[in-house]
Structures are given as C-alpha cells and as structure tokens.
C-alpha cells in the first residue's frame, strides 16, 4: 500500500486532513520536548514529518536531541530523507525497522512517537511491549490515531470522513485509502487505552481534535 502511496502520502495527506494533521503533529512535537530528551524514536514515520518537526523544534530551543525516524517501508524512508536534507535538518536520522522487534536498547530513548500507523502492526501488544522496553523510566510515549468518536456529533462526522476517504480511494484507485475506513471502523480506542494501561503505561491522558476523529494519547512509562 506504501509503495503505491508514498509519492503524493504528503499531499494527498493535507487533503484529507483539511490539514488538521499538521497542527496535531505540532502538538505532539510540543509534547516529546516538553521533557527536554535527549533520544527520540518515531515509529512508523512514512515521510517523517514528526520526525523532522521534532528536531527542527528542538533545534530552535536549543537542545540537543537527536531523532531516529524508523519505517518498514523504503520509499516512504527515501522520501523523508530528501525531506530533512531539503530543509538542512541535521539532527534527524531515518533507518530501515520493524516496530514489532525494534533494534535498540533497553531504556535508550527518552521519548517515543508513533502516529497514524497502529492499525498497520499485527500485535498492539508486541509494539507495546517494544515501545515500553526502549522507553527509559519516565519517558514519554506519545500516539496519534483516528478512530471512531464516542459522542453523537463525531459520529456523523466520522461516517462523511470515511465515505470521503473511500470516495477519494475509488477515484485515485489507491489501496491505502480503500483499506483506512475499514480498518479504523474495526479499531477499538476504548480498547487500545485499556491495553495501553494493562502493559504498564501511567498518567495516561487523551486529546482529541476534529470532532474525535482523531485522537493524541500521551502517556509515560
Ligand atoms: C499511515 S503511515 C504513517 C506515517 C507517519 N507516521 C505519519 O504520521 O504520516 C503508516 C506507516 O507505517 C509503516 N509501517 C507499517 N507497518 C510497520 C512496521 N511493522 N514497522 C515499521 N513501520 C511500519 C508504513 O510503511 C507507513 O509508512
């Protein structure tokens, strides 16, 4: 789905976002510096917007982080490579890897991020792991999504937005967009919290924006 998405991912992103996944990926950036780390992990970045954010931000503040961009996929990888060599980010890196066996240490990262790819993993509970056992005590671990409001009005604006993105993928004939709506009318957030707490997770709190369509987890290990 990646390979065939990942040219116009960023475009095509903006358009069915209305462009709301730009300010949430702001938040989230706030939200991995706020704790001044030193490491950051983005799992699953695709084009590495998180990534690139974070480092540029932290950058700005002065700080030393340094941010590792993982993803399975290498188109996606390449095109968040000439993003971050584009605009001279230097404190970014991206490498191929699996969140389901991720290749660093225990408790080496200060904060990690993973948005908009959870319904992409086999096992929630493999990637919780994983994400626990780099995390340091501590550390931050922050996810986007988008799933199914809980509330009457983001209902109805939750079935428009999935009929829009099916439309969107039956005109571009794009897999990924044909694949979103039903993955996400599968997915459980009430669920995944409760997982999220099962596996160890604390002060775990929610955002949401777009009516609830999507949602910011931050939580700490
Ligand atoms: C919808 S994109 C999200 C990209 C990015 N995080 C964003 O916010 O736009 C999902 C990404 O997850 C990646 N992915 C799927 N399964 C993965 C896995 N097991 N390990 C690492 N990356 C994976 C895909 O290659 C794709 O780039």
């Given at each position: 789905m990646y390979s065939e998405a990942h040219k116009s991912y960023d475009a095509t992103n903006r358009l069915l976002s209305f462009n709301t996944d730009?300010?949430?990926?702001?938040?989230?950036?706030?939200?991995?510096?706020?704790?001044?780390?030193?490491?950051?992990?983005?799992?699953?970045?695709?084009?590495?917007?998180?990534?690139?954010?974070t480092a540029t931000h932290a950058k700005e503040k002065g700080l030393?982080?340094?941010?590792?961009?993982?993803?399975?996929?290498?188109g996606m990888l390449g095109v968040a490579r000439q993003k971050a060599a584009r605009n001279d980010v230097k404190n970014v890196v991206?490498?191929?890897?699996?969140?389901?066996?991720?290749?660093?240490?225990?408790?080496?990262?200060?904060?990690?991020?993973c948005s908009f790819a959870l319904k992409n993993f086999d096992s929630q509970e493999r990637f919780l792991k994983e994400v626990r056992r780099v995390l340091k005590k501590d550390g931050i671990f922050v996810l986007i999504?988008?799933?199914?409001?809980?509330?009457?009005?983001?209902?109805?604006?939750?079935?428009?937005?999935?009929?829009?993105?099916?439309?969107?993928?039956?005109?571009t004939g794009k897999k990924l967009y044909k694949w979103l709506?039903?993955?996400?009318?599968?997915?459980?957030?009430?669920?995944f919290?409760?997982?999220?707490?099962?596996?160890?997770?604390?002060?775990?709190?929610?955002?949401?924006?777009?009516?609830g369509i999507s949602y910011m987890l931050i939580c700490r290990k």
């Open positions: 730009n300010i949430i990926r702001e938040r989230a950036a706030e939200a991995l510096l706020s704790a001044n780390p030193l490491n950051v992990l983005d799992i699953a970045t695709g084009t590495g917007d998180i990534a690139i954010l030393r982080t340094k941010v590792i961009g993982i993803d399975m996929n290498p991206f490498e191929k890897g699996n969140a389901l066996g991720l290749k660093y240490r225990t408790e080496y990262f200060d904060a990690v991020v999504d988008i799933s199914k409001p809980e509330h009457a009005l983001g209902r109805i604006g939750f079935w428009f937005y999935m009929r829009y993105m099916e439309l969107f993928g039956f005109v709506p039903k993955s996400t009318a599968e997915f459980s957030r009430k669920e919290i409760k997982r999220v707490k099962e596996e160890g997770f604390i002060e775990v709190k929610v955002r949401e924006y777009l009516l």
